[in-house]
């Protein structure tokens, strides 16, 4: 019997947001949305079972353990809210306030608890997404 050809990444983590209850579907799509539009060298995967965003493009070597490719991990498993996880957050400027929390291995993070504070905290999102951007190593 043929083996079934592999899912795209997109299509991974689609199915796992068509999988989702609303209102979280719904606000995870544009937490989606709006982090890949803001530039062609982010692409998504699923990773620790999450919908996660990463720079594409070429880099400096690095020690995979440093993160230095990861942009942002949605963690859904929380009942009351989505946090997204910047694993090198400590290391982005952030002149919107809207990173939390200060830890010691670089992370910082956003808290979404609902579809308007998404929308409220989208702009702020972009300006941290973009300055992380200019800190990637190429």
């Known amino acids: 019997m043929a083996k079934a050809p592999k899912k795209s990444d997109q299509e991974q983590v689609s199915e796992l947001i068509e999988k989702m209850d609303q209102p979280w ?22 990773k620790w079972n999450s919908p996660s965003f990463y720079y594409n493009g070429e880099m400096q070597p690095f020690d995979p353990k440093e993160y230095k490719r ?9 009942n009351n809210h ?19 929390g200060s830890y010691t291995d670089g992370r910082r993070m956003v ?13 702020h999102l972009e300006t941290i997404i973009k300055a992380w951007l200019e800190l990637v190593e190429k």
Do not use: C, W, Y
């Open 25 to 46: 579907k719904e606000i995870v799509e544009f937490l989606r949305r709006t982090i890949l539009d803001i530039s062609f060298e982010i692409s998504e995967q699923v």
């Open 70 to 78: 990861d942009l942002v991990v949605l963690n859904l498993h929380r």
């Open 82 to 100: 989505i946090l997204m996880v910047f694993p090198t957050g400590s290391k982005i400027t952030d002149s919107t306030g809207v990173l939390e």
């Open 111 to 123: 808290k979404i608890t609902s579809l308007e504070e998404a929308k409220t905290k989208a702009p």
